[in-house]
Nanobody
Framework: QVQLVESGGGLVQAGGSLRLSCAAS????????MGWFRQAPGKEREFVAA????????DYADPVKGRFTISRDNAKNTVYLQMNSLKPEDTAVYYC?????????????????WGQGTQVTVSS
């Protein structure tokens, strides 16, 4: 059974930084994609970033390009989301997810497994 456990959320002032972690277990992840999504109150879950586990290719949603960086540590089976220059509109519950195809990385429906989520709150 695949398990994804996020950590690293919290409260930060605008302009600050946080690093989210997603520890993965239960399968060999080399042929999969890992994604970060977020969901703010009253809004739909939206794509934030994704990484192809084996090749390390990355992609980002426009609102976070240049501010967020996704990376992975193969030895630790962990994916990270470094978030810099945070804005109040980044406030949301952040989820990591594991899916089979990098080509459909933007769609939450393409991901099979999800973590429990971690709250990120950015104060103005």
């Amino acid at each position: 059974q695949v398990q994804l456990v996020e950590s690293g959320g919290g409260l930060v002032q605008a302009g600050g930084s946080l690093r989210l972690s997603c520890a993965a277990s239960g399968r060999t992840f080399s042929s999969y994609v890992m994604g970060w999504f977020r969901q703010a109150p009253g809004k739909e879950r939206e794509f934030v970033a994704a990484i192809n586990w084996s090749a390390g290719r990355t992609d980002y949603a426009d609102p976070v390009k240049g501010r967020f960086t996704i990376s992975r540590d193969n030895a630790k089976n962990t994916v990270y989301l470094q978030m810099n220059s945070l804005k109040p509109e980044d406030t949301a519950v952040y989820y990591c997810a594991n899916g089979a195809g990098y080509s459909s990385r933007w769609s939450s429906a393409s991901y099979d497994y999800w973590g429990q989520g971690t709250q990120v709150t950015v104060s103005s």
